[in-house]
């Protein structure tokens, strides 16, 4: 190539740089958001979601996008991290919906309601199943738009001072259980006590309530409570697999260039995979631990769970009688439930059933 045709070919392309720089610079803008977490920075999964959703964000944006988390009650009390994001007092926050069911029933459903979904069938539903639209359609009446960053698998039971045998013996029984599961619990007798995770531990030493629950071995362990009440139950039916979410506020969702909206995403998907591998990872050496210390399982009996069902489905009957964004997403949520387990009886559940079987065999 001849120098003067060199010149002219470099002169184009410093031109198109010159166009394309700005461009590049205005797509990816160096912006600075806050979170509040409803969790406190000693639960280092559940809180841990958030951090590892931020940490992605940061890494995928050359650190342009950097968003700081705040453990609850930094910047706003936990219980109240969706008011703070619907404002636009933080942009975002990292929480479980069902802590909103004061403010309408339907936002359990994106978490966890009793005999829902479990963790995968949670998944399977919000990203291939029609219920991330569903849900979004539903949290922009808040101002806010959602996205799974997190989840804690099939929770617990609970601690309780006494066995539980019958139905007669939830009568009158002081169960710290929070949000629509308490309303369930309720028609069955049980006096629901929605206290944070922070308070727990004192008001079951202190005997204020008689019992607890909150997610599962590694948590609970941490929260101490196998020091206080001997009998753990499992399972936590009334949270088979518990979302817990990213929520935007959506004035500042909409803001975003489009490849912030898209590394958003990506890295909430992350932080949901994140949560439920690493409490798959540390609940067997925890219950272990538990065992070993004394703690006395219990799983709950035919009896019991049979009647928190009838209780359930009869709560679903009134609520969607009077709300008809509670009636469309248990409807749904329930029809995908139905052809799920179709599918986890033939195949998961039997696998599994015969693996359990088998691992006690020598």
């Given at each position: 190539?001849?120098?003067?045709?060199?010149?002219?070919?470099?002169?184009?392309?410093?031109?198109?740089?010159?166009?394309?720089?700005?461009?590049?610079?205005?797509?990816?803008?160096?912006?600075?958001?806050?979170?509040?977490?409803?969790?406190?920075?000693?639960?280092?999964?559940?809180?841990?979601?958030?951090t590892e959703?931020?940490?992605?964000?940061?890494?995928?944006?050359?650190?342009?996008?950097?968003?700081?988390?705040?453990?609850?009650g930094?910047?706003?009390?936990?219980?109240?991290?969706?008011?703070?994001?619907s404002?636009?007092?933080?942009?975002?926050?990292h929480?479980a919906?069902?802590?909103?069911?004061?403010?309408?029933?339907?936002?359990?459903?994106?978490?966890?309601?009793?005999?829902?979904?479990?963790?995968?069938?949670?998944?399977?539903?919000?990203?291939?199943?029609?219920?991330?639209?569903?849900?979004?359609?539903?949290?922009?009446?808040?101002?806010?738009?959602g996205?799974?960053?997190?989840?804690?698998g099939?929770?617990?039971?609970?601690?309780?001072?006494?066995?539980?045998?019958?139905?007669?013996?939830?009568?009158?029984?002081?169960?710290?259980?929070?949000?629509?599961?308490?309303?369930?619990l309720?028609?069955?007798?049980?006096?629901?006590?929605?206290?944070?995770?922070?308070?727990?531990?004192?008001?079951?030493?202190?005997?204020?309530?008689?019992?607890a629950?909150?997610?599962?071995?590694?948590?609970?362990?941490?929260?101490?409570?196998?020091?206080?009440?001997?009998?753990?139950?499992?399972?936590?039916?009334?949270?088979g697999?518990?979302?817990?979410?990213?929520?935007?506020?959506?004035e500042?969702?909409?803001?975003?260039?489009?490849?912030?909206?898209?590394?958003?995403?990506?890295?909430?998907?992350?932080?949901?995979?994140?949560?439920?591998?690493?409490?798959?990872?540390?609940?067997?050496a925890?219950?272990?631990?538990?065992?070993?210390?004394?703690?006395?399982?219990?799983?709950?009996?035919?009896?019991?769970?049979?009647?928190?069902?009838k209780?359930?489905?009869?709560?679903?009957?009134?609520?969607s009688?009077?709300?008809?964004?509670?009636?469309?997403?248990?409807?749904?949520?329930?029809?995908?439930?139905?052809?799920q387990?179709?599918?986890?009886?033939?195949?998961?559940?039997?696998?599994?059933?015969?693996?359990?079987?088998?691992?006690?065999?020598?």
């Amino acid at each position: 190539m001849k120098r003067r045709d060199f010149l002219k070919v470099s002169a184009t392309g410093a031109a198109v740089a010159a166009v394309a720089s700005p461009a590049i610079a205005q797509s990816s803008p160096e912006i600075k958001w806050r979170m509040t977490s409803s969790f406190p920075k000693s639960l280092d999964t559940i809180y841990g979601g958030a951090t590892e959703f931020s940490k992605y964000v940061a890494e995928m944006t050359d650190n342009k996008f950097q968003i700081q988390v705040f453990q609850a009650g930094e910047l706003v009390p936990g219980l109240q991290a969706l008011d703070a994001t619907s404002k636009n007092t933080v942009e975002m926050c990292h929480t479980a919906s069902y802590y909103y069911v004061g403010k309408d029933p339907t936002f359990a459903i994106y978490s966890s309601v009793p005999f829902g979904l479990n963790a995968r069938q949670q998944n399977s539903w919000w990203y291939q199943g029609g219920g991330m639209e569903l849900g979004n359609e539903f949290f922009q009446k808040f101002g806010v738009i959602g996205f799974h960053a997190g989840n804690t698998g099939t929770q617990m039971g609970g601690w309780f001072r006494k066995e539980i045998k019958t139905v007669a013996d939830l009568s009158g029984l002081k169960f710290r259980i929070g949000g629509i599961a308490g309303q369930v619990l309720q028609k069955v007798g049980v006096i629901p006590q929605q206290i944070a995770g922070g308070d727990i531990y004192p008001a079951l030493e202190k005997g204020t309530i008689d019992a607890a629950e909150w997610v599962g071995p590694y948590d609970d362990e941490k929260l101490g409570f196998q020091k206080v009440a001997k009998y753990y139950y499992y399972p936590g039916f009334w949270e088979g697999g518990t979302a817990v979410h990213t929520f935007c506020n959506l004035e500042k969702w909409n803001s975003l260039p489009k490849n912030y909206q898209a590394i958003i995403a990506s890295a909430a998907a992350e932080a949901n995979s994140w949560m439920a591998a690493r409490y798959d990872m540390q609940n067997p050496a925890a219950l272990k631990r538990l065992v070993a210390g004394g703690t006395q399982l219990r799983p709950f009996t035919n009896e019991v769970l049979e009647a928190c069902l009838k209780a359930t489905n009869e709560l679903w009957t009134e609520i969607s009688a009077k709300n008809a964004d509670f009636k469309k997403s248990i409807d749904a949520m329930q029809a995908y439930r139905s052809d799920q387990y179709l599918w986890w009886q033939v195949a998961e559940y039997t696998f599994d059933s015969f693996m359990i079987r088998s691992r006690t065999r020598g």
